[in-house]
């Protein structure tokens, strides 16, 4: 069973920053792109940032500067590194695992950033 589980969301004041983590569990973690997506109110789901497994890293225009995302294969995580937080930052926010050949796809469940004064 394919698990992916975030931690890290919170409420956060402009210019703040905050790490998100995800971690996975059944699937061969090497092999699978990694990747951070966001949803605001009212809104699709974006893109933030993706990181291979060879660790090559691609960003929204909206976040690069100021958003990190890393990968530990030995530990099966991901993490997003936020800094210079935005109030248009909030999101809910989810970790999505992407085999990079046969299209399987999965998610965890997300979690709540909020940017707020």
């Known amino acids: 069973q394919v698990q992916l589980v975030e931690s890290g969301g919170g409420l956060v004041q402009p210019g703040g920053s905050l790490r998100l983590s995800c971690a996975a569990s059944g699937i061969i973690f090497t092999i699978y792109t990694m990747a951070w997506y966001r949803q605001a109110p009212g809104k699709q789901r974006e893109l933030v940032a993706t990181?291979?497994?060879?660790?090559?890293?691609n960003y929204a225009d909206s976040v690069k500067g100021r958003f990190t995302i890393s990968r530990d294969n030995a530990k099966n995580t991901v993490s997003l590194q936020m800094n210079s937080l935005k109030p248009e930052d909030t999101a809910v926010y989810y970790c999505n695992a992407a085999h990079p050949r046969f299209g399987y796809n999965y998610w965890g469940q997300g979690t709540q950033v909020t940017v707020s004064s």
């Open positions: 990181i291979i497994s060879g660790g090559t890293r």
